[in-house]
């Protein structure tokens, strides 16, 4: 067909085709506008801050979120409605650190850390109680609002499941830390004992026998405690609110299509998860940006009142001989309740390193002693992320939280752990193995374990090793946040993507592991072996009964 440029014709078609160009490039990239409803009752900030990216993703991605949780956006955001919950206070400096003189509990010797899972136990009904009685829980219930997806977090137990199952969608579970022991099955993914240390153990993928030993018993005494006393005690919850017509919580459990855990191979080592189990480290760090200068005004009005808190931080990172080294030990601990043996110390390692200028979080209504170094500046807030890639930050003293870690690694600076509780260990123990920093245990915390820790992570080699290691993190296919969302719309367009279904989250542990396929083998190996030996008894048995006739004969003749 031969079109004049500048026809009639021509420009009919031209004009089609900028049409379809322009109807593709708004479509929403994937998946169409979808309902998701995030049901979120843990009251832990530092969980949600690493939630909270992946729905400002797919808000900014044109579906229509709906988010119970009790953190509210700071700034409204298009396609993003908050729904608050107010029953339960923030966890947010609530760790007083002089309860602790040692955070590594022993027994025989051994680390000893079941108590972690009481303690989990117990928030975890407070928050759920709470939560299924709000009366937000009762007005969405009673909505006429439909969702595609259910986003939820799978941590200290499943009372938002029940939830779920009444509003009859499909489920993706978000995990901030290394998956809980009592996950694997309802996943169907594999634990190997050998390799993979539970949360709450300083241990890694290089274990001796006594530790494997410990790390079997932590893992199933952990389990089988979530088994018999959280899931019976969930459901009576459930049942108190909703009645007894509900599947048990570990069967609704079961549903879920897929989970998204903070974890990497990099960090945290080679783990096999089944393809409903996906990795998605580090995908609450979004692009550096310049530290604030001037002015600055504090977006956790919580944490303390609004104040220009940055007016001189960048002049500090000049100004700095030999560089900055970051302190934060997290949101949930107060490090103003540092026992005071304890602060000596870290002063003293300070004021001993006078070419390093120190930044500590340090809330501004607990003044320090005059025994703080003057090369110690304190600071209500500060941005973690930007400032750990600042090229003059040099080392980072910290708690081995998951965020604060996965930052370090990813701007490759070493840090000098003290890990407190939950699976902080875990997290410490992956990250000394893999060269990316220290362990100074909080019994140990004193000048002389402060000190030469930081003149081990600030030596040339260790930096220069932790950069290189720090870019197998860095460096993937695709960044941590568009694989979660890629994910999240795969389980919106599939309808749950039932092509995930993992069959062995409903088999029992007998036939999981075999032992029914064992004890056949044993069997078919060891019938005809006992077969064997009966005969051979049965030989011997003839033989030796011939000689005696013969015997008998000899003596008669
Ligand atoms: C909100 O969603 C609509 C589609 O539902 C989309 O066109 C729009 O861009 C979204 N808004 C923002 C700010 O992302
Ligand atoms: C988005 O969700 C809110 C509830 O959170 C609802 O009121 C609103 O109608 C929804 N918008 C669309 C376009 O579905
Ligand atoms: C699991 O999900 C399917 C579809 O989403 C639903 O029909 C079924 O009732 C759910 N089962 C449980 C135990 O929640």
Not at 266 to 286: D, F, K, M, R
Not at 287 to 299: A, S
Request: overall charge neutral; some cysteine.
């Amino acid at each position: 067909m031969d079109i004049k440029r500048n026809s009639p014709k021509w420009r009919r078609t031209t004009m089609a085709f900028l049409v379809v160009v322009v109807v593709v490039l708004l479509l929403p990239a994937s998946s169409e506008a979808a309902e998701i409803l995030g049901l979120f009752a843990h009251p832990g900030k530092s969980h949600f801050e690493f939630f909270r990216p992946i729905f400002r993703e797919l808000a900014g991605r044109g579906h229509n979120i709906s988010m119970y949780s009790y953190f509210p956006l700071e700034q409204p955001l298009a396609n993003y409605t908050d729904y608050v919950f107010k029953g339960s206070p923030l966890l947010t400096d609530v760790i007083d650190l002089m309860k602790f003189k040692t955070t590594e509990r022993t027994l025989l010797g051994l680390p000893y850390k079941i108590p972690t899972y009481f303690m989990l136990h117990s928030w975890g009904m407070r928050f759920c109680q709470s939560a299924l009685n709000s009366p937000l829980i009762a007005d969405l219930l009673s909505s006429p609002l439909r969702y595609d997806l259910i986003i939820l977090e799978h941590f200290a137990n499943d009372c938002m499941t029940a939830v779920a199952h009444l509003l009859n969608a499909p489920v993706v579970a978000l995990s901030t830390c290394a998956i809980m022991p009592w996950h694997y099955q309802r996943m169907g993914t594999p634990h190997i004992n050998a390799i993979m240390p539970m949360n709450f153990l300083t241990y890694s993928d290089e274990m001796g026998l006594i530790d494997r030993l410990n790390n079997f018993i932590h893992f199933h005494t952990v389990n089988t405690l979530y088994e018999w006393i959280t899931q019976p005690a969930t459901d009576a919850l459930i049942s108190q609110r909703f009645g007894f017509g509900l599947p048990s919580v570990n069967e609704i459990v079961k549903n879920t299509s897929l989970m998204l855990i903070n974890q990497h191979y990099a960090l945290t080592g080679i783990s096999p998860y089944a393809p409903n189990v996906v990795e998605v480290g580090g995908l609450q760090i979004g692009p550096q940006k310049p530290l604030p200068e001037v002015g600055w005004i504090n977006p956790f009005k919580d944490v303390s009142p609004v104040m220009p808190l940055f007016q001189h931080l960048e002049k500090l990172m000049e100004d700095s001989l030999s560089g900055v080294i970051y302190i934060s030990w997290g949101s949930m601990v107060d490090p103003t309740t540092l026992p005071i043996e304890k602060r000596r110390a870290l002063f003293k390692s300070i004021a001993h390193m006078k070419d390093y200028t120190f930044l500590i979080r340090w809330k501004s209504d607990k003044p320090l002693a005059q025994d703080k170094p003057s090369n110690l500046f304190t600071f209500d807030w500060l941005p973690q992320r930007d400032l750990l890639c600042h090229p003059r930050v040099k080392a980072f003293i910290s708690h081995a939280g998951l965020l604060g870690t996965t930052e370090a690694v990813h701007c490759g600076v070493p840090m000098l752990v003290t890990p407190f509780f939950g699976d902080q260990f875990l997290n410490a123990g992956a990250l000394a193995q893999r060269g990316f920093g220290v362990i100074v245990h909080f019994g140990d915390f004193d000048e002389q374990h402060i000190t030469s820790g930081l003149q081990k992570i600030l030596e040339k080699e260790f930096a220069d090793k932790v950069r290189r290691s720090a870019k197998a993190f860095r460096e993937r296919p695709q960044s941590p946040l568009e694989l979660a969302t890629w994910w999240i719309e795969h389980v919106i367009d599939t309808r749950g993507a039932p092509m995930l279904e993992n069959r062995a989250r409903h088999i029992n542990w007998f036939v999981y592991n075999s032992i029914d396929v064992y004890l056949c083998c044993l069997a078919i190996i060891g019938l005809p072996l006992f077969a064997i030996w009966q005969l051979v008894r049965l030989l011997r048995l003839t033989l030796g009964l011939m000689n005696a006739t013969k015997n008998q004969k000899t003596k008669v003749q």
